[in-house]
């Protein structure tokens, strides 16, 4: 049986506006354990910035989420 995905519309998201978003953890399980982990997603995010810029006014990483706001 062959089952195709069907891609996600693009959202509209005029500049101008706040986005706040968020991951957390399945059952407070950790995301980060040591620093090199907070290290590692700090350089995720620079390389996303680089081919995508977007200003984050904001964010927080905890052991176990990280807020964005953008």
């Given at each position: 049986m062959?089952?195709?995905i069907m891609p996600r519309a693009n959202r509209f998201?005029?500049?101008?506006m706040v986005?706040?978003?968020?991951?957390?953890?399945?059952?407070?399980q950790r995301l980060f354990e040591k620093p090199a982990d907070d290290a590692a997603f700090e350089d995720a995010i620079v390389e996303t910035l680089e081919k995508l810029p977007i200003r984050i006014c904001r964010y927080c990483l905890m052991p176990n989420y990280w807020h964005l706001v953008l």
């Open positions: 062959v089952m195709s998201a005029p500049g101008g986005f706040h978003l968020l991951n957390r953890s399945m059952g407070g």
